[in-house]
């Protein structure tokens, strides 16, 4: 069987940096090997509702935001199927078939479902259908029999259990759905970016990140106001690099040609953390370099969006042909689960001939 990878995003907004280094610049890289024999980009509409379900407009309009930046940052529908998860009808068959073979207690032990509803003060008052995230996920992964899944390492814990999922289906059923890998980013500064505040997830509701569409005023805005070391409050002061958003940022966006176009004072990053560490550099000074990088990184990503928003219906139209061929795959994944688990009934000839056979047996015998 081929390499097969499957990933995606919630339509809650624009994306912002987070999402590009955590995943999104990793799957461009990927789809550009040619080492995929399919790729699958997922909208999660229907995983968006589960948290969002009193608000479905919100979740409606920022399906094309997606896709706009997605198209920005490289993702090429002839390379890449982009699809809407909720056009996929399949995938919720899926998800309940699975949930038979999920314990209440397992989804509670889910660090990332206990993190997200504690983020959401849903404390007693859980919708079922994003207590059942995990599954939801599992679905989509398998039915896409996907070998591949680049995710952020907020993911990892979701990931797992889909392979509980694969194994425990398996086991029962019989070999038919695929173990899926995990491919974290390879930038330890990009497994999670923390929020422009210093704050250890960057979220749209804590309202502070970087849009990948963001205008340089904006940029410039948020970086100036960029948490760094409190403690650093002289210039001449020694600076401390842990928890330092800054230079957070700047390892996970910085490459070596910048120094020479925005700070040729310095040769390489090690060399501005080394001068940064033992004093004498301004925080403004920092801020003002990675600002340039930021812009470096975000102006072209910026610029193909505006193009691709001239023209919205072409846009849709991707996302049609895509969701098309996705439902196709996942048709084909949904057969040979409801074979392996004998519910295909009209499709199983052996099964309705011998039925057949056992009523006549039964009706020669009375006779």
Do not use: W
Not at 40 to 47: H, K, L, R, S, T
Not at 153 to 172: C, G, H, Y
Not at 187 to 198: H, K, Q, S, W
Not at 222 to 246: A, C, Q, R, Y
């Amino acid at each position: 069987m081929g390499k097969i990878m499957l990933t995606g995003d919630r339509p809650t907004g624009r994306l912002h940096v987070g999402h590009y280094v955590g995943s999104l610049k990793r799957r461009v890289e990927l789809q550009n090997t040619g080492e995929f024999d399919n790729i699958f980009v997922m909208i999660a509409d229907a995983q968006a509702l589960t948290d969002n379900a009193d608000n479905p407009e919100k979740v409606r309009q920022n399906i094309i935001e997606v896709a706009l930046d997605y198209l920005a940052c490289g993702l090429d529908p002839e390379k890449s199927t982009m699809f809407i998860q909720s056009q996929i009808p399949e995938l919720c068959e899926l998800s309940f078939y699975y949930m038979n073979l999920v314990t209440v207690s397992r989804l509670q032990r889910n660090p990332t479902v206990k993190s997200e509803i504690q983020m959401r003060n849903f404390d007693t008052s859980i919708p079922v259908g994003f207590f059942t995230y995990p599954i939801s996920q599992a679905a989509d992964i398998t039915a896409f029999k996907a070998t591949t899944v680049p995710v952020g390492e907020d993911q990892l814990p979701m990931l797992e259990q889909t392979k509980e999922i694969v194994r425990k289906f398996n086991s029962i059923y019989g070999d038919t759905l695929v173990e899926p890998e995990i491919l974290l980013p390879d930038n330890t500064a990009c497994l999670r970016l923390p929020g422009t505040d210093g704050k250890a997830k960057m979220s749209k509701s804590l309202n502070n990140c970087i849009y990948l569409s963001e205008e340089p005023d904006a940029i410039k805005q948020k970086v100036f106001s960029m948490f760094t070391d409190p403690t650093h409050i002289k210039v001449e002061d020694p600076g401390k690099l842990e928890g330092n958003t800054v230079f957070t940022y700047l390892d996970a966006f910085c490459r070596p040609e910048y120094f020479k176009e925005f700070l040729p004072d310095y040769e390489n990053l090690d060399e501005l953390k080394a001068h940064y560490t033992r004093g004498g550099l301004g925080d403004m000074k920092v801020k003002r370099f990675l600002n340039s990088v930021l812009q470096a990184e975000l102006e072209p990503i910026r610029n193909r969006r505006k193009e691709y928003q001239k023209d919205i219906p072409y846009v849709y139209e991707i996302l049609k042909k895509g969701s098309e061929k996705a439902e196709s795959v996942a048709a084909d994944t949904l057969r040979d689960v409801k074979e392996s688990m004998k519910i295909n009934y009209f499709e199983d000839q052996e099964l309705i001939n011998a039925q057949a056979e056992k009523f006549r047996e039964g009706e020669a015998k009375e006779a």
